[in-house]
Nanobody, 123 residues
Framework: VQLQAFGGGLVQAGGSLRLSCAASGRTFSNYAMGWFRQAPGKEREFVAAISWNGGSTNYADSVKGRFTISRDNAKNTVYLQMNSLKPEDTAVYCC?????????????????WGQGTLVTVSS
């Protein structure tokens, strides 16, 4: 399984970015997907997850109302729309494939991880 995240960059506070994660090597549509992030000097943290068919989503409290996770199973791609970005959102963002069709915030629910993309939010 290969996962590649892209779309990161430098943005001013209040701005928006859309991250994408392309998956290959597995039946993408059978499994939940998640986004995680790791800021410098901090542990990796959960950002958002989406079920296999997109019918269920959940978010970390810190991003609720600002970020939206979605997926396109025809394109084997999961997205993270990030609005109203804050300097504390600065981190490397990576995507992960869950073990089942529905997943939550726990690391051990995921078993394939992609390389991340850096998001930097300036104040």
């Amino acid at each position: 399984v290969q996962l590649q995240a892209f779309g990161g960059g430098l943005v001013q506070a209040g701005g928006s970015l859309r991250l994408s994660c392309a998956a290959s090597g597995r039946t993408f549509s059978n499994y939940a997907m998640g986004w995680f992030r790791q800021a410098p000097g901090k542990e990796r943290e959960f950002v958002a997850a989406i079920s296999w068919n997109g019918g269920s989503t959940n978010y970390a409290d810190s991003v609720k109302g600002r970020f939206t996770i979605s997926r396109d199973n025809a394109k084997n791609t999961v997205y993270l729309q990030m609005n109203s970005l804050k300097p504390e959102d600065t981190a490397v963002y990576c995507c992960a494939t869950a073990r089942t069709g529905v997943a939550g915030p726990a690391d051990n629910e995921y078993h394939y991880w992609g390389q991340g993309t850096l998001v930097t939010v300036s104040s």
